[in-house]
C-alpha cells in the first residue's frame, strides 16, 4: 500500500485514532504497530510478511545464544555466525538474477520465480548492527517481539531511513534508539512539524520528483539520440534532482508519520546538492547508510588506524561495496569505485596542499561556490551511471552527446542555467522552510491544520495522475 494514496491516508487515520487510545501503555502501542506493519506487508506480498518474521525470530535466537554464551569465545562464535546468516542471506536474492535463466532452463520455474523480500536490505542492515552492538555491549538484548517490530515498524522498512536499536544522539543531543524509544511512554511530538515534513515529502515525491520523471528524465532516457547536448545534459541533471527529491521526500514523509505516533527518525538528508566535496556529500546523503557504512564496513576493515595508503584502500573498498549493495551490474560497481576515487583524490589535495580555509573573503566565497558546482557536476555525471541499466546504456547516452544531430534549444541552456542557481540558493529554501515550521507553530491548531490541508490540496490538483513509484525501493 503506497504511502501516497487514498487507502493509506484512510489507513492511517483509523490505526492513529486506536493507537493512542493506549497512550500509557507502550507496550500495547507496540503490538498495534507490529499488527500494522505486518498487515501493511501482507497486503503488499504475504510472504513479505513472512520472511521478515522468520528473519526476526532468526536474528532474536542468535542475540539469546550469545547474551547467554559463557564465554567471550562463544560469544564471538554467536556474533560471526548471525552476521554470516545475514551477509549470506542479503547476497542470495541481491545476486539472485545470475543464476535465474538458468533455472528457467532447467525447468525451475517456480524457485526462479523468488522475489526479494520487501525491505529486505535495510532490516538486514538493522540486524547486523544489532548484532555487533550487542556484542560489544552497547545496547541491552531486545525482546524477542521488541526486535520483531524493529525491523518490520511499517514507516521505515521500505526504504529507510536505517534506524539503530542501541543508542546514538541527533545533532541536538535526543536519543534516537530505538531501544529507548521502545520502551518508554511517548506522545505525539511537534504536530505542526510533523505535518509539515509530511507535506514537504508529497511535495518532492508527487509533484517535483514525478513531474521531473515524467516530463523530462524519462524521455531524455528512453531515447537519447533525438535529443540535443543541452537537453540530454537537463536530462542528467533531471535524474539527480528526481532522486533528491524522491528519496529525501519520502524520508521527510516517514519521519513526520513517525512523529505522529511518538517516534524519531534520524534525518537522512541535509542539503547534499550544496557540498562543496565529495567527502561533504556523503556526510549529507543517505546520512543513516554512510554512517552504517563508516561503522561497519570501514572501520572493522582499519579505518584510519593503519596509515594514508591503509585509509584510501579502506574507503575504496567501502564504496566499492556500496557500489554493489545497490544492484548487481557492472555500472553499480563503477559508480562506487568513482566516488571512492574521487574521496582518495580529496584526501590526496588535502594532504599536499592542506584543508580549505575559512569561507570569509570574496574570493574564498567564489572558491567555494565553484567547489559547489563542480561537486554537483561530478554527482550528476557519476548517476547517469547509476541510472542506466548497465555499462553498455551509459555509454550510449554519453556517446549521444556528441553523435545528436537535434538543434539545441535556448530554452535548455536556461533549464540548465535555473538548476544550478536553484542548487546554489539551497540555502534560501531552507531557511524559507524554517520561517514557515515557525509561523505554523505560532497559529493556534486549527488554524495550522487549515493552512496545511489547503497546501495539500493545491498539491493534489497539480501532481500528476497515478501514484509515484520509488526508486530506492529497488534496493
Known sequence: MPFISIEFAAFFALFFAAYWCFDTAPKVQNALLLLASLALLSYINVTFALSVSAFAFGISGVAKGMTSAKTEKMRRRWLIAGLSAAVCLLAFFKYYDFFRNSLYEMGFEDVADIVMPLGLSYYIFQSIAYLVELYRRKTPALKWHELWLHFSFFPTITMGPIIRASRFNSVAGINLGMTEQLRRPRQIRSPALALALVLLGVVKVWLLAAHLGAELVSPVFDNPMQYSLPMLLAGAYGYTLQLFFEFSGYCDLVMGLALFLGFRLPWNFRAPLYASNIREFWGRWHITLSTWIRDYIYIPLGGSRKGFWRTQLNLMLAFMLSGIWHGNSWNFLLWGTLHGLALVLLHLKI?????????????????????????????????????????????????????????????????????????????????????????????????????????????????????????????
Open 351 to 475: 594532504r599536499w596542499f592542506g584543508e580549505a580555509p575559512p569561507v570569509t573573503t570574496p574570493w574564498q566565497k567564489a572558491k567555494h561556490l565553484a567547489s559547489i558546482v563542480l561537486t554537483f557536476n561530478f554527482v550528476v555525471f557519476a548517476f547517469v551511471i547509476f541510472k542506466t541499466s548497465d555499462l553498455y546504456e551509459a555509454a550510449q547516452f554519453f556517446s549521444a552527446w556528441f553523435d545528436t544531430q537535434a538543434p539545441a534549444m535556448l530554452e535548455a541552456w536556461l533549464l540548465i542555467l535555473a538548476i544550478h542557481v536553484g542548487v546554489l540558493s539551497y540555502p534560501l529554501w531552507t531557511e524559507s522552510l524554517r520561517h514557515f515550521v515557525g509561523l505554523l507553530r505560532a497559529l493556534p491548531t486549527p488554524y495550522w491544520l487549515v493552512v496545511i490541508l489547503l497546501l495539500l490540496q493545491v498539491v493534489i490538483a497539480f501532481a500528476p495522475a497515478g501514484i509515484p513509484e520509488f526508486i530506492y525501493a529497488d534496493f
